[in-house]
């Protein structure tokens, strides 16, 4: 079966500038959590959505957000890149999040330049 | 803030060496621990999911322990190959549909 999908894989962006990036889940799969990863950062949890709505958070300021549609597809958004933001950003996809294993896409590098 | 700790942060061993790593989560509102393997340029590749205290599980030459009242976990590689040269991640699920992840123990294994 089709793995979690990640697009694209590489970006480049400028400061102040704002990016979406897609994750599209198993099929079957409701639950889509997006991590961040910076050098010497471990995997951050950004937020997690199930059947539409976002059911939690990580701490990150208001410049990330997500959004998820009726076919489980997600995306994320950030406004504002700050060189900061630089960083491989994994979703994961879970049948309902609680417990169930998560499968991980390749993720999508960003730099912001 | 939840702290979920690996150890060590890196491993070098010899083809045929056995291996294991720690991870250590909070026990409170406990709900699973989460084993990864990761590659470089890959993604994250799930190894176990474990959820009742004393729980003990098994993929291969890899295995797995859980201790959920004192809040920590072993992964054992028998007999490392090359090939499980990787980071390995836990991850734990402690009220919320979120996983916090450790640093990850990075081993290499040479010929």
């Known amino acids: 079966k089709a793995g979690v999908t990640q697009t694209p894989r590489y970006l480049i962006k400028t400061r102040g500038q704002q990016v979406t990036l897609s994750c599209s889940p198993i099929?079957?799969?409701?639950?889509v959590s997006w991590y961040q990863q910076t050098p010497g950062q471990g995997l951050q949890f950004l937020f997690e959505y199930f059947s539409e709505t976002q059911r939690n958070k990580g701490n990150f300021p208001g410049r990330f957000s997500g959004r998820q549609f009726s076919n489980s597809r997600s995306e994320m958004n950030v406004s504002t890149l700050e060189l900061g933001d630089s960083a491989l950003y994994l979703c994961a996809s879970s049948l309902d999040g609680w417990g169930y294993g998560y499968t991980f896409g390749s993720g999508t590098r960003l730099t912001v330049v | 803030i939840l702290n979920v700790e690996q150890s060590p942060q890196s491993l070098h061993v010899q083809e045929g060496d056995s291996t294991n790593f720690t991870c250590s989560f909070p026990s409170s509102n406990f709900y699973a621990l989460h084993w990864y393997r990761w590659e470089t340029a890959k993604s994250p590749e799930a190894l176990f999911v474990m959820t009742l205290n004393g729980d003990e599980k098994k993929k291969g030459r890899i295995s797995a322990t859980l201790n959920t009242k004192e809040g920590y976990s072993y992964l054992y590689i028998k007999g490392s190959q090359p090939e499980d040269s990787a980071t390995y991640l836990c991850a734990s699920n402690n009220a919320g549909n979120m996983l916090t992840f450790g640093g990850g123990t990075r081993l290499m294994v040479k010929p």
């Open positions: 099929s079957g799969h409701r639950s």
